[in-house]
């Protein structure tokens, strides 16, 4: 038992260190191999634990049955590893909280069906419905998720009469439903109820939510999929499962919290107000705007008498695989004498760190990568902001327009750099589903098309300058 103990510290140890090395993409890659290694750890410590073998030496659980699932959980993490695009990470990182959802409440459960015959205590009992509840929640929430992500299932906010009631309702049946369990007789009817009722709230408390709040959403089913697995811990009575649930739920509100801090909203509104997705008035704000469209060849020529250039990556350029591309620009530039940075917005792209994680792969220097207050004083003296598709992040209308629902968001000041080259594919508005403004103010110019095939003929005007 001490050893056990011990190796769960060691592992609590690396859980942290790698929590902690993950908040900067120059250390995130060796802090995930901490952590996984602290896993690890956790692992054969648990699967050596003397519980779980006979006075005679003879195991109780089936290690072939346990490297049948290693196995298979392997061949499919190598595979999602390597063959999922970098645009798709929010999706897989969806549907990963939604497994660990899943995994704690099957744990769950079938500890349910071993113990409710044998008079199991008040706190295992509650601790399991905790786990079941927040588990499924968690498994249907995430994969909703993923489906607006990947456009399976409209982005739009879905809403419907007296939701939030139905919502609230469902809780309270859930709240009376364990109380039976916990109180009366332990009813297995009850137990399938609670199952269903919370897989369909999980569907209900996500449906609402529009595209422009899914980092948020993601970040919180992380959160949910941590607290699950700590409830299943105190289940199992396993340290290493409380511990890592405990941290992983943590860091996950805490991030939540960030979110919502660049987003200047509160987490009720994001989950109850609904914002993102309505384009039916798009097309006329654009009809209001100037917009001045600009050529590779003309864009090279600003470029060519600029001397401090601020790229804005957005979830366009992710769209096109561009990372590679703008680094060649860059470098080019620098070999010019020119001074290139990067703006890095905290809710840029579709999930958490999304840009950073982009432009590491491309092995552009972390000295380069600025945080939006690092960088928001640069612009004042900056010659070209190029933005590669990013949209609610610099629409000036969060500064001043009230009417905005982006409106108190902090935003990154683009429009204070002497030139705006802003590359889109089209005029479609971003994820909150108002049109910016920017594109028609006297200092911006836009320049259409796929971002990587942009830079691409943008590199090849600037070498023939």
């Known amino acids: 038992m001490e050893y056990t103990n011990i190796a769960y510290v060691i592992s609590a140890i690396c859980f942290i260190m790698g929590i902690k090395m993950l908040s900067h993409p120059k250390s995130a890659r060796k802090g995930n191999s901490i952590a996984a290694i602290g896993m690890l750890i956790a692992i054969i410590a648990t699967l050596i634990h003397p519980d779980n073998y006979l006075e005679n030496g003879k195991p109780l659980i089936s290690f072939q049955l346990i490297s049948i699932g290693v ?21 897989l990182v969806a549907i990963f909280n939604g497994f660990g959802g899943g995994a704690s409440a099957l744990i ?3 500890e349910f069906y071993t113990q409710y015959n044998q008079n199991p205590t008040n706190f295992m009992l509650v601790t399991i419905i905790l786990s079941v509840v927040i588990g499924t929640l968690t498994l249907t929430g995430s994969f909703i998720a993923f489906g607006k992500l990947q456009g399976f299932i409209s982005g739009k906010p879905i809403t419907y009469p007296a939701q939030q009631l139905l919502n609230g309702i469902m809780v309270l049946i859930l709240i009376v439903l364990g109380n039976l369990i916990v109180s009366n007789s332990i009813e297995l009817n009850y137990f399938y109820g609670i199952l269903a009722i919370s897989a369909i709230l ?3 408390l996500t449906i609402p939510i529009g595209g422009a709040d899914m980092p948020v959403v ?9 607290v699950a697995a700590a409830a299943t811990g105190f289940v199992l009575m396993n340290n290493a499962l409380i511990i890592s649930g405990a941290l992983v739920g ?3 509100l805490i991030l939540t919290q960030i979110m919502c801090k660049g987003m200047n909203r509160s987490l009720t509104n994001v989950i109850f107000g609904a914002v993102g997705g309505d384009y039916s008035n798009a097309s006329d704000k654009t009809q209001e705007l100037n917009i001045k469209s600009y050529s590779t060849e003309e864009a090279a020529m600003i470029f060519e008498a600029s001397e401090k250039v601020i790229v804005v990556p957005g979830y366009g350029l992710a769209v096109a695989q561009a990372q590679h591309a703008v680094r060649e620009v860059a470098e080019w530039l620098e070999t010019q004498g020119k001074q ?5 917005h905290p809710v840029a792209g579709r999930m958490p760190g999304h840009m950073n994680v982009l432009l590491a792969e491309a092995n552009i220097p972390y000295e380069q990568l600025k945080d939006l207050d690092e960088i928001n004083p640069e612009f004042e003296d900056c010659d070209v ?18 009417s905005s629902p982006i409106y108190g968001m902090p935003i990154l000041n683009v429009d204070k750099a002497r030139t705006v080259i802003i590359n889109k594919r089209s005029m479609n508005p971003g994820f909150a589903g108002i049109q910016n403004e920017l594109f028609g103010y006297d200092n911006s110019i836009m320049v259409f098309g796929d971002a990587k095939d942009m830079l691409g003929q943008l590199m090849s005007d600037l070498k023939e300058l």
């Open 71 to 91: 196995v298979i959980g392997a061949i499919i993490g190598g595979f999602a590893a390597t063959k999922v695009e970098m645009t798709q990470m929010p999706q």
């Open 108 to 110: 769950a459960s079938a």
């Open 202 to 204: 999980g569907i209900t």
């Open 218 to 226: 993601i970040s919180l089913l992380n959160s949910y999929s941590g």
């Open 250 to 252: 943590a860091s996950g």
């Open 340 to 344: 290139v940075l990067y703006a890095i």
């Open 385 to 402: 902001a190029l933005i590669l598709g990013a949209n609610d992040v610099v629409n000036p209308a969060a500064r001043h327009d009230q």
